[in-house]
């Protein structure tokens, strides 16, 4: 039995709700609630030491990270093999992708919302400047000519760099100079199971 332990509005839960949902999987969803500091109780830290969300249990399988969550469910349970095919070269350039969403998506996107929703204490200057220069840089020639990240069809790259560029409108960036990235949130979204992140309250 799968439960996965996150927050409705955390973008790493949501990673892999999301792709929980793509899969068709039945699982538990316990909420963690981080306003109470459920995630630094011993119960919780006894399955992520880090206590952080998201944490994934398939029963006596416990994961915490969210794209290495992502993988875990691609091998196991993806029966098109097309989330993370086994081919060298394009789990590689899976990989590189999950390694934008892990750092560059988390060190622009991520910080603008944080800062508008949690206060979060950082240079919002910096955070734009860095979200325009990996905007710009990367997803808009690399998406001029593809409907995904990587191949063919959707992978866990795209679900993995999907909810914090989804809702960097909450972190006051607009998406409006962006037409090619708007497209591939709206190729993600029209995936059959893909699953809503809610929108924060500001
Ligand atoms: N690398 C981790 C990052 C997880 C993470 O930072 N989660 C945040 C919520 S989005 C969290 O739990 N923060 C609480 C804390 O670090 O104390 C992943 O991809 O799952």
Known sequence: MITL???????NSH????????????????IVDLE???HKLPEYLAKNPLGQVPTLTDDDVVLRDSTAILIYLARRYDQSNTWFPEDPVTQAQIQQWLSVAVHEVMIGPFVLRAIQLFGMPADEVQAREKTEKLFNDLFVPHLSDKKWLVG??????DIA??????????????????????????????IDGFKPMIHANK
């Open 152 to 157: 063919e069809h959707p992978t866990i790259a």
């Open 15 to 30: 990673r892999v709700a999301n792709f929980l949902n793509i899969l068709g999987m039945e699982y538990t969803d316990k």
């Open 161 to 190: 760099c999907y909810s914090y560029i989804a809702r960097v409108t909450e972190g006051n960036f607009s998406l409006e100079p962006y037409p090619a990235i708007r497209q591939w949130l709206a190729n993600v979204e029209g």
């Open 5 to 11: 332990y996150g927050h409705p509005i955390s973008g």
């Open 36 to 38: 109470k500091g459920e």
